[in-house]
């Protein structure tokens, strides 16, 4: 009997001992379940949490940009790209220019509108060439040249734009133009710049009167207009007659009695012998001081 029971008593603390066993691994996957659920809720108001602190600052930079403006270096001054072929061929044009032989097949092959002939460049009056020195010559010769071609580049647009209006139904306007017309607009004011520039160059040889005339003509296929000579010659007649025409005016106020000054005083010296009359001699006496005056001295001592 008294073996039975100590068979008994060691099985229980078997059992007692794996009871333990599992109470230690239930406890641990309670905790590690535990856990994980921390983690999640953590990572959860985290991943809340970002998008506010992200609002903020969106407010705090908006609130900077208010108060001190918009940054100058992010600005983009720039359009939308072009075609990567296109702006690789361009940029080499811009940097190293065309070839002899491409330039000239492009102006040859270019002629200007025969109803819009002012895009070859105004030519120099002939009066305004008459006052410039060679060097300036050539100088408003290269600019002429310049407007020559830029005048062939548009118009090249310009007859783009032409055909493209003759296709155009009439509620409908084909896509690009408006854009083809403001590329126009843009080269016929670099065209005019161009022009004012060529002006600027002559207008310091005129006079006062001249560069108001000059600055109110139009420009056509002459630089200064092609009236610029008459309107000249008009100005410098009218001021010939009216010096002509134009009385007399008096150099002195009315008070003025006129004549010649008298003096006031009379001096006892003379103005032409420079000294008074001797009461005995009647004859002038030299001035103190004079060669004359110091020989009469000597006379007088020897005498």
């Not at 690789?88 to 330039?103: H, N």
């Not at 895009?119 to 002939?126: D, E, K």
């Not at 830029?150 to 009439?170: E, H, N, P, Q, V």
């Not at 134009?246 to 008070?255: C, H, L, Y």
């Amino acid at each position: 009997m008294g073996r039975k029971r100590k068979i008994q008593k060691e099985e229980f603390d078997k059992l007692k001992k794996k009871m333990r066993k599992l109470e230690r691994k239930m406890k641990w996957n309670n905790s590690s379940s535990d856990s994980d659920t921390e983690t999640s809720d953590s990572d959860a108001t985290s991943s809340s949490s970002q998008p506010s602190s992200d609002a903020e600052e969106s407010k705090k930079d908006t609130n900077i940009a208010g108060i001190l403006g918009d940054d100058p270096t992010l600005q983009k001054n720039t359009g939308p790209d072009i075609s990567e072929e296109l702006a690789v061929r361009w940029s080499s044009y811009l940097s190293q220019g065309v070839d002899k032989e491409t330039w000239k097949k492009l102006l040859e092959s270019s002629p200007i509108p025969g109803n819009c002939t002012m895009l070859q460049g105004p030519m120099l009056n002939c009066e305004v060439q008459a006052m410039l020195s060679p060097v300036e010559l050539k100088k408003d010769s290269f600019l002429h040249d310049l407007q020559g071609n830029l005048g062939k580049g548009i118009g090249i647009l310009g007859t783009i734009i032409t055909d493209m209006m003759a296709k155009k139904s009439k509620d409908e306007t084909p896509p690009h133009l408006t854009k083809l017309v403001e590329a126009g607009q843009l080269l016929c004011s670099v065209h005019y710049e161009v022009s004012r520039h060529r002006r600027l160059n002559s207008n310091r040889h005129f006079n006062s009167k001249v560069q108001k005339i000059a600055s109110s003509q139009k420009i056509d296929t002459l630089l200064f207009g092609e009236d610029f000579g008459e309107n000249s010659k008009m100005v410098k007649a009218l001021e010939n007659t009216i010096k002509d025409i134009r009385a007399a005016q008096p150099s002195t106020s009315k008070n003025w009695r006129g004549g010649t000054t008298k003096k006031r005083w009379k001096t006892t010296w003379s103005s032409k012998q420079g000294g008074a009359k001797h009461p005995r001699t009647n004859e002038y006496r030299s001035r103190k001081g004079t060669r004359d005056y110091r020989r009469e001295n000597k006379t007088r001592s020897l005498r």
